[in-house]
């Protein structure tokens, strides 16, 4: 069973940072590309970070540019979200997002839980 | 970037109801979409890509439709477990989502 485990929310000041983990199971973690995707409280989902399976590509969000660094560890079968800089705005529920293949080539096919980040003073 | 608008943004409906949700591409994204589904404090759920392939495991009463810039999700009977958020997805260039549509009990 395909599963994803985000670690590592928490509440931090402006300006601070914080390292999200995913931890994946039950597939072949280096054989797929993975996303990371945030949810606002109340609002709706915003496309944050990819990471192709080899890490030699990485996009993000012009909104986390220069902020937010993806990268993965294909050895533990863990995703990571270092969020720099944070603001406001960035409270959100983060989730780290399998992209599938095949049929669903660039789909998000499978999703985490979700965890907290909440910036504030 | 490619915005992804839907209507409306809340929708009030019935067990038993046909319901329709339409999602507008501001540019055309071929048949490069995807719906889905998500209850509070959960993660969304694949419903529908490529604008009408239903997810395996999805209840045949959703379907998709639409092409180009103009896309539709329909229910065609709801039933008490469809009350929840809808959204529509642009896979054709990086990822963007629709703002969102609630399907509440009337």
């Known amino acids: 069973e395909v599963q994803l485990v985000e670690s590592g929310g928490g509440l931090v000041q402006p300006g601070g940072s914080l390292r999200l983990s995913c931890a994946a199971s039950?597939?072949?973690?280096?054989?797929?590309?993975m996303n990371w995707i945030r949810q606002a409280p109340g609002r709706g989902l915003e496309w944050v970070s990819y990471?192709?399976?080899?890490?030699?590509?990485?996009y993000y969000a012009d909104s986390v540019k220069g902020r937010f660094t993806t990268s993965r560890d294909n050895a533990k079968n863990s995703l990571y979200l270092q969020l720099n800089n944070l603001r406001a705005e960035d409270t959100a529920v983060y989730y780290c997002?399998?992209?599938?293949?095949?049929?669903?080539?660039?789909?998000?096919?499978?999703w985490g839980q979700g965890i907290l980040v909440t910036v504030a003073s | 970037d490619i915005q992804m608008t839907q209507s409306p943004s809340t929708l009030s409906a019935s067990v038993g109801d046909r319901v329709t949700i339409t999602c507008q591409a501001s540019?055309?994204?071929?048949?490069?979409l995807a719906w889905f589904q998500q209850k509070p404090g959960r993660a969304p759920k694949l419903l529908v890509y490529?604008?009408?392939i239903l997810e395996s495991g999805v209840p045949s009463r959703f379907s998709g439709s639409g092409s180009g810039t103009e896309f539709t999700l329909t229910i065609s009977s709801l039933r008490p477990d469809d009350f929840a958020t809808y959204y529509c997805?642009?896979?054709?260039?990086?990822?963007?989502f629709g703002q969102g549509t609630t399907v509440e009990m009337k």
């Open positions: 990471i192709r399976r080899s890490s030699s590509t990485i």
């Open positions: 490529k604008a009408s």
């Open positions: 039950g597939f072949t973690f280096s054989a797929y590309d």
């Open positions: 997002a399998r992209e599938g293949s095949g049929d669903h080539d660039n789909l998000f096919d499978y």
């Open positions: 540019q055309s994204v071929t048949r490069w």
């Open positions: 997805q642009q896979y054709h260039t990086f990822w963007t």
